[in-house]
């Protein structure tokens, strides 16, 4: 395996649904832009809606990593941008349906606000697919 999650026992547990570290030992890597949950239309779903956007941003994800060949299973690194961290729950129903195993790498962090005003979240992550055969 090229990726290894690690979290040793000299450093505090986590206290939440991540990993301290996610080693790389070769391959390519995969980086993605944030992702805001933008509909087919080119507006936001749901304004207001936690659940929704969270489903549409790792639904885009998805896709993404898809089109490179890669999995949620490939994901080493996750940042999540949200503009009320007191909804933060509704974010990781939707987030832990993709990550049922070891966690990625997570970094969390509340905004005053994001680039669309009916944007709650914004997502970015880094993968570490496998390397294209041939």
Same mark, same amino acid.
């Given at each position: 395996m090229r990726v290894t999650i690690d979290n040793p026992p000299t450093v505090p547990a986590t206290n939440g649904y991540y990993s301290h570290v996610a080693h790389v030992t070769s391959g390519?890597?995969? @980086?993605l832009s944030g992702q805001v949950a933008f509909g087919e239309d080119g507006e936001i779903d749901r304004p207001g809606d936690m659940t929704r956007q969270s489903e549409v941003i790792m639904s885009i994800i998805e896709r993404l990593l898809a089109a490179h060949g890669a999995?949620?299973?490939?994901?080493?690194?996750?940042?999540? @941008?949200?503009?009320d961290l007191s909804r933060l729950r509704e974010y990781g129903e939707i987030r832990s349906r993709y990550f049922p195993k070891e966690p990625p790498t997570s970094t969390t962090v509340e905004v005053a606000r994001l680039f669309h005003p009916d944007a709650l979240l914004e997502v970015e992550v880094i993968a570490a697919p496998p390397a294209p055969a041939g």
């Open positions: 390519p890597l995969l @980086f999995t949620f299973a490939d994901v080493v690194n996750i940042r999540t @941008f949200a503009t």
